[in-house]
């Protein structure tokens, strides 16, 4: 039975430490063409599809999944950011963080 325990707790713990790191933020509505322009600028990979369109970089100025943004036509878009990023706008969700 503790052998058991043991690997419960780790998994406990790391699962939580996972959730934590990541952060969901609803933000205003973006146009399409206004995500495109900030994803290029961050130099993220645009992507689209049927009534949904999204940015992910890395956070450091490149393609990745570390910093998301996205959105459904005529809804409020969702900021998927790592570390729990604060931000005010698109370049600052997808881009290099100021410190």
Partial sequence: ????????????????????AARDVHT????????????DKAGGKFSQGEGLYGC?????????????VT????????????GGRRFRNLAQALGVPKH
């Fill in 1 to 20: 039975m503790r052998n058991l325990l043991v690997p419960i707790v780790l998994i406990g713990v790391l699962g939580l430490a996972g959730a934590a």
């Fill in 28 to 39: 205003q509505k973006y146009s399409m063409d206004e995500l495109k322009s900030a994803c």
């Fill in 56 to 68: 992910g970089t890395d956070c450091h100025g490149g393609p990745g999944t570390d910093c998301i």
């Fill in 71 to 82: 959105c459904q036509e005529g809804k409020r878009c969702i900021a998927q950011l790592m």
